[in-house]
């Protein structure tokens, strides 16, 4: 265990920016859009990462990638907090056209994408297949610098494959070579995904090895585990993932602000907020759509019955509008139904 660390309330600096505390929200790929990220910052993310978001289609203009997934919402730098927009991508010279965009679009920073082991991303020869050309790697990370003039970030994996270190390896050229001022680093191989007991000791010699922080993340999934987790690898900052989907008083918890499981009442609350959110986002139609990823991770925090829980499940699959939706979450939610 590393003596004396830093309380995850405590401020740290992320090249020329400081952060207001050690707990972030990681990129989640196809969910991390503004009002994902502003749930987070609400209840107390010092850094939020958007979801990833393809150099190519900000680097030609498309307009869904650039109107929809490179909004930023001023209020997600609550209390002082940082905004990253994460970028994937292999030719250098788009990525420094597309971090210029991003640059512009209003990002603190920008998070490069080199752990994502999802084929139709491989395929490209960005995300995790970035690890097997460091070269090519770090003219990306340079490009990307370069072109934005902002800090820039890095996501790794360890590895493509259970005990390669390729991760590692390339996180210490990616700072000397291309002056990344971060390094966001999850200690599983890519063919593992989230399987498997990530390899902290690993992420701690890293940690030492490296003049710029390393952010930590991989099986962090309540407080108890990311606490540990921090102390063990001495990182600078946790960054929340899949433990934050449905449950983002985890980041209240981390930081102390608050202590137990949210209330029903708190449940619903907030999947309100989301819906409202959501349809602000997209429209009605392709919220309610949209949405129907999102409402597992709340219904199973609502302590219903299982058959219960399992024909809401189903019901909020299949519901034709948003409001039907709404409207089926309160008729299995509210004390009377629950009584039946």
Not at 278 to 291: F, I, Q, T, V
Request: aromatic share 4%; charged share 25%.
């Amino acid at each position: 265990m590393v003596a004396e660390m830093p309380a995850l309330t405590d401020r740290w600096t992320l090249g020329p920016l400081e952060i207001p505390n050690r707990v972030a929200l990681a990129p989640l790929a196809g969910i991390g859009n503004w009002f994902v990220r502003l749930q987070a910052a609400r209840h107390g993310a010092g850094l939020v990462t958007s979801e990833m978001v393809s150099s190519f289609g900000v680097h030609h203009g498309n307009a869904r990638t650039c109107d929809e997934m490179l909004r930023i919402h001023p209020d997600e730098r609550r209390d002082g907090g940082v905004v990253s927009i994460q970028l994937f991508g292999s030719d250098a010279e788009v990525m420094r056209s597309a971090a210029a965009r991003v640059a512009e679009s209003g990002a603190d920073v920008i998070d490069l994408n080199m752990g994502c082991p999802v084929p139709k991303v491989c395929k490209t020869g960005a995300g995790v297949a970035l690890l097997r050309e460091p070269d090519r790697a770090v003219a990306v990370a340079r490009a990307a610098r370069e072109g934005s003039g902002l800090p820039v970030t890095v996501k790794l994996r360890s590895g493509q494959r259970p005990g390669e270190t390729d991760g590692a390896t390339l996180a210490r050229r990616l700072v000397e070579d291309a002056g990344v001022a971060a390094i966001g680093f999850h200690p599983r191989s890519a063919a593992v995904q989230h399987q498997g007991v990530p390899d902290y000791d690993l992420a701690a010699e890293l940690v030492q090895r490296l003049r710029v922080p390393v952010i930590l993340s991989g099986g962090l999934r309540d407080a108890p585990s990311a606490r540990a987790a921090y102390e063990r690898t001495g990182a600078a900052a946790i960054m929340l993932a899949r433990g934050s989907l449905g449950n983002p008083w985890l980041f209240e918890e981390l930081l102390g602000r608050r202590a137990g499981e949210p209330t029903r009442g708190e449940i619903l609350d907030e999947l309100g907020w989301v819906c409202d959110r959501a349809s602000e986002h997209l429209g009605d139609d392709r919220a309610g759509r949209y949405l129907r990823k999102f409402y597992p991770w709340y219904v199973a925090r609502l302590g219903l019955s299982p058959a219960r829980a399992k024909r809401l499940q189903s019901a909020l699959q299949v519901a034709p509008t948003l409001e039907s939706a709404r409207a089926l979450v309160d008729e299995y939610a509210r004390p009377r139904a629950l009584a039946a």
